[in-house]
C-alpha cells in the first residue's frame, strides 16, 4: 500500500527519508527536487495530512521560515545532548561567517576559496577559522571545505555547481541562527540553582 | 544469358590487397577462404555497388575507412558489370579525393584499365582510351545519391537512365538498405529487435527518429524556465522583490543623502583650509580697524575735551569774575552806596560854606577876644578833654568795633573757608556722582543707539537669503517636474493603452487563427478518416474484387463507375466472360473518357497529401504563434522599453518630487529656524540690551537719588554752616552792638557831662560877654552852621575811601559786566557745541565699534568653528572607513560655504553610515536571499556573487526594478509559453511522423506474413511455419511521448496560454497546461532513467514470432534463441532475410520493373547443411535473389553455387582471388 492510497502526495517517501534524517528541506534548494518538496509540504491541504501521517510515527513536522524539518516526540535526553553538542561546532562556524566582510546571508553564493583567502588576509578570521574543531584540515582552504562539506550535509548549504565549486546558503541556515539568537548567557551564580547553567537552550 | 538485368562481375583492379580480380556474380557466389583473406572485404565491395554508402558497411570506427582502405593508389579501380536484357555496362568507381563513378556503355574489357604491362593506368588515360574507340562514358558522379539514383532508375538525365538495375519506385532506397542490413546482422540468434530494425531502418532515413537527447535538452530548457518563471510567481519572491525594491530605494536614499552631505563636508573643509587665512587676515584687519577706530575717537575726545576745559576755565573765570563784581555790587549797594557818592559829590560846597561860617565867626569875636580866649581856651579844654574822651571812647568803640568786625571777619573767612571746603567737598562729590551719571549716561545713549542699531540689523540675513533663493529655486524645478511627471505618466497610460489595444488584437487574431486552423484540421480530418475508410475496406469491396480480378480496370470501369459504388462491401460482385468489356452488355468507346476511379496509390497519395495539409495548417497556426508572439515580444519589449524607462522616470521624478518635497519641508523648518533664531537673536540681543538699560536707568536713578540727596546733604551743610555763621555773626554784631551801645552810653552821659560844663562854661562866657556886649545869638548861630557843616563833612569823610573803592570798583569791573556776561554765554555756548559734538561723535564711535567688534567676533567665531571642525575631522573622522568610503568625493569638493558646521557633517556622516550599514545590510540580505531561489543559471540572470560590491548590488536592484517596469516576466511567461508549445508540437510532430510510418511497418509486416505463408517449406517439412505479428510498443519513453502527442491532438495548440494563468476565467485553461507541464516533467524523468539515446521507428511496436521447425513451436515471442541446431537457426535466419529482402524489393521497385535479380549477401553460412543451403538457395532464386556467401573452407557446399571463388594470400601479402572448379549442383 502506497502513501498515495492514503491521500498522501507521493513524495511522502522522499520527505520521510530527507528529513528522518535529521535534515531539512528548504524551500530554495534546487538539489534532488528540494523546492519542489517544500512547495508540496507548504501546501495546506498536504501539511495537515502529512503532519498527521507522521505524528503517528511520532514524528512533527516543523515550520521554519521558508524550511521544514522533523522533531520528535518526548525525545531522550541523552540526543539531545548530543544534537546539542552537534550544534556547539556550528556556533563557531556562524561566528565566522558572521565576522566575514561579505556577510554569508540566506540565498549567498560563494566558494570555499573565497573564505579561506579572507581568512588568510585577515587575522582574526584567521583565528576564529583555526578555533573550529576539525580533523585531518591541514589548510585553511581544507578547513572551510570540511565545514562547507558538513553544513551541506546537514542540509544548510548547497553544493550548486560541483566544477566552480560553488556552494548556495539554503534557507535551513535560518534555523542555526535563530538558535545562536536563542542562546542567553548568565553570568555565573554561587549558588546550585539548576538555572544557573551558563547557557541556556531554547 | 538470362534477360534480366543484374550485377554481373565485379572487378577489382589495385583493390585493398588485391592487384586483380574478376569475379563473375551472374548466379548464387560462394567465397571459399580462410579468415581475414579478403572474403568480408569482396562481399563489402559486392555491397557498395547496391548500398554506394562507404559509410554503411559495417567497417569499426578504429579500422581504415573504405576510400583508405580500397582505394589506397590513384590507379585502384572498381568495376561492376550489369547484365541487362540486351547489352552489358559498367560503372567503375575511383578515388577522385573522394569516391566517384563513371557508367561506361560496354561490356567491361580488361583493355579498357590495363595497359600492355597487365599494369592500370591513370583515369585520364583509361578515359581517353575509352572514347578513342567510340565508348560513351558517362561524365564523373560525384555523389553517392545520384549513382544510387541512376542505378536504382530514378535518375531523369536521359543518358543515365539506361543505366539502372532496376526501377525503383520513391522508395528505392529501402533496397540498398536491405541488403546492407542482411549483410551487417550477424548474430545467430533470431531476435525480433532485430528484425523490427531491419524493418525500420529500411523505412527510415537516419533523421527519423526522435532524439532524446534534444528532445530532452529542450525540455529541460522549458523546465528551468517554467521552475524559473514558478520560483518568480511566488509569494514569498514577491514579498522580497518588494522588500528590495523598497529598501533599494531607502538605500539609495541614504547614500544620497551620505554623498550629498560628504559633499558639503568636503566644500566646507576646502572652504575652512581656504578661508581660514583669509579670515584670520579679515579679523586682525578688523582689530586693527578698532583700535585705529579707538585711536581717534581717543583723539577727538581728548581735543574736545581740552577745549572743553578752556573754555571752562574762561568760563570759571567769567563766572567768578562776574560773581565776585557782583557780590561787591551787593556789598556797595548794602552800604548805600549811591547816597554816599551823592554826599561826597556835596563835599566841595559844604567846604565852601565852612569856611564862610569861620570867617564870619571870627569877625563876630574879635572883641571879646581875651574872654574868648579864656573860655575859648576852657571851652576848648572842655572840648578837648570831651574830643579826648569821645576820642577815647571812640577808640575803644572803634577798638571793639574793630575786634568784633574782626571776630566778624574771622568768622566770615571761617564760614567761606568753610564754605569753600563743604563746596569743594560737594563739587567732589557731586562731580563723582556726576562724572559716573554721564558715564551711565553715555552708556545708557550707547544702549539705546546699540538697541536702534539691533533693531535695524537682519540677524543672519545670508542664511536666510541663501534659503529663500534656496527655497524658490526648489519649488521652480519642483514645478517643472510635477509637469513632466504629470506628462510622463499620461504618456505611460497611453502607452498601456495602445499595448492593451495591441496585445488584444493579437490574442483576437490569434485565436480566430487557432479556430480557422482547427476547424481546417477537423475538416481534413474527416476527409482523411473518409480516404482511410476505404482504403481499410477496399480488400473486401468492390475495389478489391476489381484489382485482384480485373486487370487494367482504371481504364475501363474506372471511368464509368460511381466511387462510392467501388467502396461498397454488399453488391457480391462476379465476372461474368460474356459481359466483359461491356457496361451490362453494352460495349462503350471509352478511350477519351477520363478516369474516375483512383489508384490505391493515388487513395494513399490523397491521403498523405491531407496528412501534408494537416501539418502545413500545423506548421502555419506555429509559424503565426510564433510571429504572434514574435509580435508580443517585439511590443512588450517596445512598449515595456518605452514603458519601463517612462515608469522608471516617473519613479526618479516622483523620488526627486519626494526629495524635493523633503528637502523643502526640510528648508521651510531651517528657514523657519533661521527666522526664529533671528529673531530670538535680536529678542537676546535685545533682551541683553534692555537688561543693561533697565540696570543702568536703576543705576541713574540711584546715582540721581544719591546726587540729591548728596545736595541735600550739603546744603543741609551749607544752611547749617550759613546760619551757624549768621548766628555767630548776629552774636558778635550783638555783643559789638551792646558793648558799643554800653560805649554809647557812657560816652553819651560822659558827653552830655561835658556838653553840660562846656554849656556852663558857654554861659558864663556868654554871661561875661553879655557882660562885654557881644551878640551871644548870632554867634552861636554860626557856630551851630559851622558844626553841621563840619558834621556833613566828617559823615563825608568818613565814606570817602569806600566812594573811592566804589568808584574805582564801577571803572573797572561794574561798567564790564554786561560784556562778562555776554562772554561767559558764548563760551557756555561753545562748551555745550563741543559737548553735542563729542556725544554724536561718542555715539558714531560706539555704533562702529559695536559693528566692528560683532564682524570680528563672527571672524572669530568662525575661525575657531573651522578649526576645531578641521580638527574634529581630522582627530576622529579622517581615520574611520566612512571617510574612505567617500573619500573621493570629500576630496574632490568645490570649497563652498555651507550652513553646517563640519563637526556636525562629520558627526550626521558617522551616524548616518551607521543607520546606512544596517539598512544595506538588510538590502544585501534581500537580495541574496531573492538571488538564492533561483538557480544558479537561471534565465533571468537573477545571480549575486557573494563578494559582490555595492554598485554590483544596487545594479542587481536597478536590473529587478527595470525587469519588473518592463514586464519582462510576461514575456518570459509568453516565450516559456511559446516553448512549451513548440516542445508539445515538435514531440508531437516527431511522434506522428514516426508513428505515421506504423502503417508502412503493419503493411510490410502483412507482405512478410504473407511470404512466409507462401514459402515452400513443405516440399523439405523442414520448417512447417514461420509466423509474425505486430504489437503495441511497451517502451516507456515512447508511451509518454505518445500521451504528450494525443494530448496535443486533444487540446490543440494553445493550451500553453493558461501557464501561470491566475485568471479565474481561464482557469480550466491552467489545469490543462498544469497537465502539459506534468505530463512534460514525466517524459523528462522517464528519458532521464531510461538512458534511451532516441526513440527509433523500432521503438514503436513489439514484433514477435512464432516458428515451428519440426516439433518445435517457439510459440509468440520477442526473441528465438535456438529454434533448432545452429544451421536450423542460419536457415531460419536467411530465410526470414530474404523474406524481409524480397518484400522490400517488391515494395520498392516499379510495378512495370520485374526483370531484374538482386544479390542477398550473407557472410559466414558454414555450419548449414548441404540440404538446407539448397532449400534455402530455392528459395532465394524463387524470389529473384541470388546469393552470395562465405565458407571458410571447401566442404561440399559449395558445389551448390553456381560461381565458387578461392582466396589464397600470396608472399607479397597480397590476395589472389580466382575461381574454383566444381560442379554445380544448383538447387
Not at chain 2, 550485377?7 to 589495385?14: A, F, G, M, S
Amino acid at each position: 500500500m502506497g502513501a498515495e492510497d492514503y491521500g498522501l502526495p507521493k513524495q511522502t517517501h522522499d520527505i520521510f527519508a530527507i528529513m528522518a534524517r535529521g535534515h531539512f528541506i528548504s524551500s530554495n534548494g534546487t538539489k534532488d527536487g528540494m523546492n519542489r518538496l517544500y512547495d508540496i509540504i507548504n501546501n495546506p491541504e498536504n501539511f495537515d495530512k502529512l503532519q498527521g501521517y507522521f505524528n503517528v510515527i511520532r514524528y512533527n513536522i516543523e515550520r521554519g521560515n521558508n524550511y521544514f524539518y522533523f522533531s520528535r516526540v518526548n525525545e531522550a535526553n541523552s540526543l539531545i545532548e548530543q544534537k546539542l553538542e552537534t550544534f556547539e561546532r556550528y556556533i563557531d562556524v556562524i561566528d565566522l561567517f558572521a565576522s566575514m566582510d561579505n556577510k554569508i546571508t540566506i540565498g549567498s553564493r560563494f566558494r570555499p576559496s573565497e573564505i579561506a583567502e579572507e581568512c588568510n588576509a585577515n587575522v582574526r578570521l584567521k583565528q576564529k577559522l583555526q578555533k573550529i574543531p576539525m580533523y585531518r584540515s591541514e589548510t585553511l582552504l581544507n578547513k572551510v571545505r570540511d565545514i562547507c562539506n558538513l553544513m551541506t550535509r546537514d542540509s544548510f548549504l548547497e553544493l550548486e555547481d560541483e566544477q566552480t565549486e560553488s556552494y548556495k546558503v539554503l534557507d535551513a541556515y535560518t534555523y542555526l541562527m535563530d538558535m545562536i539568537n536563542a542562546i542567553s548567557i548568565y553570568e555565573e551564580t554561587t549558588g546550585t540553582d539548576s538555572n544557573s547553567s551558563g547557557i541556556i537552550l531554547n | 544469358m538470362e534477360n534480366v538485368r543484374i550485377l554481373n562481375r565485379i572487378v577489382e583492379i589495385n583493390i585493398a590487397n588485391v592487384k586483380y580480380a574478376d569475379i563473375e556474380l551472374c548466379g548464387n557466389t560462394c567465397f571459399v577462404g580462410t579468415n581475414n583473406f579478403g572474403k568480408t572485404s569482396l562481399q563489402r565491395a559486392i555491397l557498395f555497388f547496391y548500398s554506394a554508402n562507404s559509410r554503411g558497411l559495417g567497417i569499426a570506427q578504429s579500422q581504415k575507412s573504405f576510400e583508405e582502405h580500397y582505394f589506397r593508389y590513384e590507379n585502384s579501380y572498381l568495376i561492376y558489370e550489369i547484365a541487362t536484357e540486351d547489352k552489358n555496362f559498367f560503372v567503375m568507381v575511383y578515388r577522385h579525393n573522394k569516391l566517384v563513378f563513371r557508367f561506361v556503355d560496354a561490356p567491361f574489357n580488361p583493355d579498357f584499365f590495363l595497359n600492355n604491362n597487365d599494369e592500370a593506368m591513370k583515369i585520364k588515360e583509361i578515359i581517353s582510351n575509352l572514347e578513342k574507340r567510340g565508348v560513351y562514358i558517362s561524365n564523373q558522379i560525384d555523389t553517392f545519391e545520384r549513382y544510387r539514383n541512376i542505378i536504382y532508375g530514378t535518375e531523369t538525365d536521359k543518358q543515365l537512365s539506361k543505366f539502372h538495375l532496376l526501377k525503383g519506385n520513391e522508395k528505392y532506397q529501402n533496397i540498398p538498405k536491405s541488403i546492407t542490413n542482411v549483410f551487417l546482422s550477424s548474430k545467430s540468434s533470431i531476435d525480433s529487435r532485430f528484425i523490427k530494425d531491419f524493418i525500420a531502418n529500411s523505412l527510415t532515413t537516419e533523421n527519423s527518429s526522435i532524439k532524446l537527447e534534444q528532445v530532452e535538452r529542450q525540455l529541460r530548457q522549458f523546465n528551468e524556465k517554467y521552475t524559473d518563471i514558478e520560483t518568480y510567481v511566488k509569494k514569498e519572491t514577491q514579498q522580497l522583490i518588494e522588500l528590495i525594491d523598497k529598501k533599494y530605494d531607502q538605500v539609495h536614499m541614504l547614500k544620497g543623502a551620505q554623498m550629498e552631505m560628504a559633499d558639503k563636508l568636503g566644500s566646507s573643509l576646502r572652504f575652512a583650509e581656504n578661508q581660514n587665512e583669509a579670515i584670520r587676515e579679515a579679523s586682525k584687519k578688523k582689530e586693527e580697524e578698532l583700535e585705529t577706530l579707538t585711536t581717534e575717537h581717543e583723539a577727538l575726545k581728548d581735543s574736545i575735551e581740552s577745549k572743553q576745559n578752556d573754555i571752562r576755565e574762561e568760563i570759571g573765570y567769567y563766572d567768578r569774575t562776574i560773581r565776585e563784581a557782583n557780590k561787591k555790587l551787593k556789598e556797595y549797594k548794602e552800604k548805600n552806596i549811591d547816597e554816599a557818592v551823592e554826599k561826597n559829590a556835596e563835599r566841595e560846597k559844604l567846604q565852601v560854606e565852612l569856611n564862610i561860617a569861620r570867617r564870619e565867626y571870627e569877625s563876630l569875636t574879635s572883641n571879646v577876644s581875651s574872654i574868648e580866649l579864656k573860655y575859648s581856651s576852657l571851652i576848648e579844654q572842655l572840648r578837648n578833654d570831651k574830643t579826648a574822651y569821645i576820642n577815647k571812647i571812640n577808640s575803644k568803640t572803634g577798638e571793639i568795633f574793630n575786634h568784633y568786625n574782626e571776630l566778624q571777619l574771622l568768622q566770615k573767612n571761617e564760614f567761606s573757608k568753610r564754605d569753600v571746603e563743604l563746596k569743594e567737598k560737594r563739587d567732589e562729590a557731586m562731580g563723582d556722582v556726576t562724572s559716573e551719571v554721564t558715564a551711565k549716561q553715555i552708556e545708557f545713549n550707547e544702549l539705546k543707539s546699540e538697541e536702534k542699531v539691533i533693531r535695524n540689523t537682519r540677524f543672519y540675513e545670508q542664511e536666510i537669503k541663501a534659503l529663500e533663493n534656496e527655497l524658490a529655486e526648489l519649488r521652480a524645478v519642483s514645478y517643472k517636474n510635477k509637469s513632466e511627471r504629470a506628462i510622463k505618466q499620461n504618456m505611460v497610460q497611453t502607452i498601456q493603452r495602445e499595448w492593451e489595444s495591441l496585445e488584444t488584437r493579437l490574442k483576437t487574431s490569434l485565436s480566430n487563427r487557432v479556430n480557422q486552423t482547427n476547424n481546417e484540421i477537423i475538416r481534413v480530418k474527416n476527409e482523411i478518416k473518409e480516404i482511410e475508410g476505404k482504403l481499410n475496406v477496399q480488400h473486401d469491396a468492390f475495389y478489391g474484387f476489381l484489382e485482384k480480378n480485373v486487370k487494367g480496370w482504371h481504364e475501363t470501369i474506372g471511368k464509368v463507375v460511381n466511387e462510392k459504388l467501388l467502396f461498397r462491401t454488399d453488391i457480391s460482385p462476379e465476372v461474368k466472360e460474356e459481359t466483359a468489356n461491356t457496361l451490362y452488355g453494352i460495349s462503350l468507346n471509352l478511350e477519351n473518357v477520363e478516369i474516375v476511379s483512383k489508384s490505391i496509390e493515388e487513395y494513399q497519395f490523397e491521403k498523405n497529401e491531407r496528412l501534408a495539409t494537416i501539418r502545413d495548417l500545423e506548421e502555419s497556426l506555429n509559424q503565426f504563434q510564433a510571429a504572434n508572439n514574435e509580435e508580443k515580444m517585439l511590443a512588450a519589449d517596445k512598449f515595456g522599453k518605452q514603458l519601463g524607462e517612462l515608469k522608471e522616470d516617473v519613479k526618479v521624478l516622483s523620488y526627486s518630487l519626494e526629495l524635493a518635497d523633503k528637502r523643502e519641508q526640510k528648508l521651510g523648518v531651517e528657514l523657519e529656524d533661521w527666522k526664529t533664531k533671528a529673531g530670538s537673536e535680536i529678542e537676546e540681543s535685545l533682551s541683553g540690551n534692555r537688561q543693561r538699560l533697565n540696570i543702568i536707568e536703576e543705576e541713574l536713578t540711584i546715582l540721581n537719588k544719591k546726587k540729591n540727596l548728596l545736595v541735600n546733604d550739603f546744603n543741609t551743610q551749607f544752611e547749617r554752616l550759613r546760619t551757624y555763621n549768621e548766628e555767630r555773626l548776629a552774636d558778635l554784631k550783638e555783643r559789638q552792638e551792646t558793648e558799643i551801645s554800653e560805649l554809647e552810653v557812657e560816652k553819651k552821659n560822659q558827653v552830655k557831662e561835658f556838653e553840660s560844663k562846656e554849656d556852663e562854661l558857654q554861659k558864663e562866657k556868654d554871661t561875661n560877654f553879655k557882660s562885654k556886649g557881644v551878640d551871644a545869638k548870632q554867634l552861636k548861630s554860626v557856630e551851630n552852621r559851622m558844626k553841621d557843616i563840619n558834621d556833613a563833612l566828617k559823615e563825608i569823610e568818613q565814606y570817602a575811601q569806600i566812594v573811592s573803592d566804589y568808584l574805582k570798583d564801577k571803572r573797572e569791573k561794574f561798567d564790564k559786566l554786561p560784556d562778562l556776561i555776554q562772554k561767559k554765554e558764548e563760551f557756555m555756548k561753545s562748551n555745550n557745541d563741543l559737548a553735542t559734538q563729542l556725544e554724536e561723535a561718542t555715539r558714531k564711535y560706539n555704533l562702529k565699534r559695536m559693528e566692528l567688534n560683532k564682524q570680528k567676533r563672527a571672524f572669530d567665531e568662525e575661525l575657531i568653528e573651522f578649526n576645531n571642525g578641521v580638527n574634529f575631522f581630522s582627530n576622529n573622522f579622517r581615520e574611520t572607513p566612512v571617510y574612505n568610503k567617500y573619500a573621493e568625493i570629500i576630496e574632490r569638493a568645490e570649497p563652498k560655504r555651507t550652513n553646517y558646521n563640519i563637526m556636525d557633517l562629520c558627526t550626521q556622516l558617522l551616524k548616518n553610515d551607521s543607520h546606512f550599514n544596517e539598512e544595506y545590510g538588510a538590502f544585501q540580505r534581500y537580495v541574496n536571499e531573492f538571488a538564492g531561489k533561483f538557480r544558479i543559471d537561471n534565465h533571468f540572470n537573477f545571480m549575486i556573487r557573494n563578494d559582490a560590491t555595492q554598485g554590483e548590488y544596487e545594479r542587481f536592484a536597478q536590473n529587478l526594478r527595470s525587469f519588473i517596469n518592463e514586464n519582462k516576466i510576461e514575456l518570459s511567461i509568453a516565450e516559456t509559453a511559446t516553448q512549451i508549445g513548440l516542445v508539445t508540437d515538435s514531440i508531437a510532430t516527431k511522434v506522428k511522423e514516426l508513428s505515421g510510418q506504423k502503417d508502412k511497418i503493419q503493411h510490410i509486416i502483412t507482405l512478410i506474413a504473407e511470404d512466409f505463408k507462401k514459402a515452400e517449406f513443405e516440399e523439405s517439412k523442414l520448417i512447417e511455419f514461420i509466423k509474425i505479428k505486430i504489437e503495441e510498443s511497451d517502451n516507456k519513453v515512447y508511451k509518454l511521448l505518445k500521451r504528450i502527442e494525443e494530448f496535443r491532438e486533444e487540446h490543440g495548440l494553445v493550451y500553453n496560454e493558461g501557464l501561470f494563468n491566475t485568471d479565474f476565467a481561464t482557469g480550466q485553461k491552467r489545469e490543462i497546461s498544469g497537465r502539459a507541464v506534468k505530463l512534460l516533467e514525466q517524459l523528462r524523468s522517464a528519458i532521464k532513467e531510461g538512458e534511451q539515446e532516441e526513440i527509433r521507428l523500432q521503438d514503436l511496436f513489439e514484433l514477435k514470432f512464432n516458428i515451428k521447425e519440426g516439433m518445435n513451436e517457439t510459440g509468440w515471442t520477442h526473441k528465438i534463441d535456438s529454434i533448432g541446431s545452429t544451421g536450423t537457426d542460419i536457415l531460419v535466419k536467411a530465410i526470414i532475410y530474404i523474406t524481409l529482402l524480397h518484400v522490400f524489393i517488391k515494395e520498392s521497385s516499379h510495378r512495370s520493373s520485374k526483370d531484374f535479380k538482386v544479390h542477398c549477401i550473407i557472410d559466414e553460412v558454414g555450419q548449414i547443411s548441404a540440404h538446407y543451403l539448397r532449400e534455402l538457395l530455392k528459395f532465394a532464386k524463387n524470389r529473384n535473389i541470388m546469393m552470395i556467401n562465405g565458407l571458410p573452407n571447401k566442404s561440399g557446399l559449395e558445389s551448390h553455387y553456381r560461381y565458387t571463388y578461392q582466396f589464397r594470400k600470396e608472399d607479397s601479402g597480397n590476395v589472389r582471388i580466382f575461381p574454383s572448379i566444381v560442379t554445380e549442383v544448383e538447387a
